[in-house]
T-cell receptor, first 110, second 112 residues
Framework: EDQVTQSPEALRLQEGESSSLNCSYTVSGLRGLFWYRQDPGKGPEFLFTLYSAGEEKEKERLKATLTKKESFLHITAPKPEDSATYLCAVQGSVGNQFYFGTGTSLTVIP | DADVTQTPRNRITKTGKRIMLECSQTKGHDRMYWYRQDPGLGLRLIYYSFDVKDINKGEISDGYSVSRQAQAKFSLSLESAIPNQTALYFC???????????FGDGTRLSIL
């Protein structure tokens, strides 16, 4: 069964304190792994797609990496505006459905 | 204007009422999805449609129905609402395989 687990559930960082969020997955035939950011009262906003192990994508202070079993979202020198819930999702080859993790709630303290 | 628009944004109703949530998109995508989001459970798929003539049940379709009126419109109905259907509902669209989903800003539904 396709499954996505994110850790930690919540993370508090001081401004400038770098860290990583984890997304572990089990999927039949990975078509893509997706990272989203969700702000309160809003829908998830797409950040990155990773397709194969070894791939990396970067955007401002965020960098996503992918192995055969997990993905990391690295946040370098975070700012308070990076505070949000970060969601990970995978799309498998069976049924073309997307499976979401429960997210990591990130708070960056000034 | 938003690419994926959901109406209403908030709705409070009573047990037993019929409710329709609507979604329209301007992205030109064929694929549309309905999810519900509950604290601690993440996003769970209710129904999805890959084109106007294609409707598929997701993980939690019991108690819900959908209609794909056009490529750009996908509505979700609760025929007889019950309190445990209180949740945040999201519509999403995607292009072909390997493409990410794009979400609306959700409908917060409360059933008393």
């Amino acid at each position: 069964e396709d499954q996505v687990t994110q850790s930690p559930e919540a993370l508090r960082l001081q401004e400038g304190e770098s860290s990583s969020l984890n997304c572990s997955y089990t999927v039949s035939g990975l078509r893509g792994l997706f990272w989203y950011r969700q702000d309160p009262g809003k829908g998830p906003e797409f950040l990155f797609t990773l397709y194969s192990a070894g791939e990396e994508k970067e955007k401002e202070r965020l960098k996503a990496t992918l192995t055969k079993k997990e993905s990391f979202l690295h946040i370098t020198a975070p700012k308070p505006e990076d505070s949000a819930t970060y969601l990970c999702a995978v799309q498998g080859s069976v049924g073309n459905q997307f499976y979401f993790g429960t997210g990591t709630s990130l708070t960056v303290i000034p | 204007d938003a690419d994926v628009t959901q109406t209403p944004r908030n709705r409070i109703t009573k047990t037993g009422k019929r409710i329709m949530l609507e979604c329209s998109q301007t992205k030109g995508h064929d694929r549309m999805y309905w999810y519900r989001q509950d604290p601690g459970l993440g996003l769970r798929l209710i129904y999805y449609s890959f084109d106007v003539k294609d409707i598929n049940k997701g993980e939690i379709s019991d108690g819900y129905s959908v209609s794909r009126q056009a490529q750009a419109k996908f509505s979700l109905s609760l025929e007889s609402a019950i309190p445990n259907q209180t949740a945040l509902y999201f519509c999403a669209t995607s292009g072909n395989d390997f493409q990410p989903q794009h979400f609306g800003d959700g409908t917060r539904l409360s059933i008393l």
